[in-house]
């Protein structure tokens, strides 16, 4: 069964510092990753997602990640935080074993930047 | 505007009762999820409807159950709802049958009294 373990449930940085919101996942076969960004009462955007090809994503928003498989992350980056990043990000894992495709998704991490 | 919509955005019902909710896919998506998001349990998939046909089922409960139409829309049916199942219901829809990117809609907020 796969699974995602999201490392810390809120992360504080100041305006301008680096973003680093951590990802590990567990799967029986070569995953697809996901990040999905969601602001207060909306749903989940798309920031970025894995699907094999290059192991380091660009995403929306100045964000990125990368797929390391030795350590089994999927971390993600910005280098220069802006206030409007405040939100909940969620990481996510598909690797559609057994027909099954929904998103398996970490319990989140809660954005705060500070001014 | 992911292009997915659901309706209605707030519920409020009684414990016992049985509610439904809807989802319009982005045109041209033929997949719809359902998900699951609430405090104790996070998000959660429910099941994938894949041009009117169940593809995946996640973890729904039995009291719970989905259907996708000939026009793709689909609907969320949960009855002899519990104060429990008060959470956001997502839905989501993709162009095809597996890793494509999932667009979600804003959700239905059900409130169980």
């Known amino acids: 069964a796969q699974s995602v373990t999201q490392l810390g449930s809120h992360v504080s940085v100041s305006e301008g510092a680096l973003v680093l919101l951590r990802c590990n996942y567990s799967?029986?076969?070569?995953?697809?990753l996901f990040w999905y960004v969601q602001y207060p009462n909306q749903g989940l955007q798309l920031l970025l997602k894995?699907?094999?090809?290059?192991?380091l994503v660009k995403g929306i928003n100045g964000f990125e990640a990368e797929f390391k498989k030795s350590e089994t992350s999927f971390h993600l980056t910005k280098p220069s935080a802006h206030m409007s990043d405040a939100a909940e990000y969620f990481c996510?894992?598909?690797?559609?074993?057994?027909?099954?495709?929904?998103?398996?998704f970490g319990k989140g991490t809660h954005l705060i930047i500070q001014p | 505007d992911s292009g997915v919509t659901q309706t209605p955005k707030h519920l409020i019902t009684a414990t016992g009762q049985r509610v439904t909710l809807r989802c319009s896919p982005r045109?041209?998506?033929?997949?719809v999820y359902w998900y699951q998001q609430s405090l104790d349990q996070g998000l959660q998939f429910l099941i994938q409807?894949?041009?009117?046909?169940?593809?995946a089922k996640g973890n729904i409960l039995e009291r719970f159950s989905a259907q996708q139409f000939p026009d793709l829309h689909s609907e969320l049916n949960l009855s002899s709802l519990e104060l429990g199942d008060s959470a956001l219901y997502f839905c989501?829809?993709?162009?095809?049958?597996?890793?494509?990117?999932?667009?979600f809609g804003p959700g239905t907020r059900l409130t169980v009294l």
């Open positions: 989501a829809s993709s162009r095809g049958q597996s890793y494509n990117e999932q667009f």
């Open positions: 799967s029986s076969v070569p995953p697809y």
């Open positions: 894995y699907t094999s090809a290059a192991t």
């Open positions: 996510a894992v598909s690797d559609s074993g057994g027909g099954a495709d929904g998103l398996t």
């Open positions: 045109s041209g998506d033929l997949s």
């Open positions: 409807y894949y041009n009117g046909e169940e593809r």
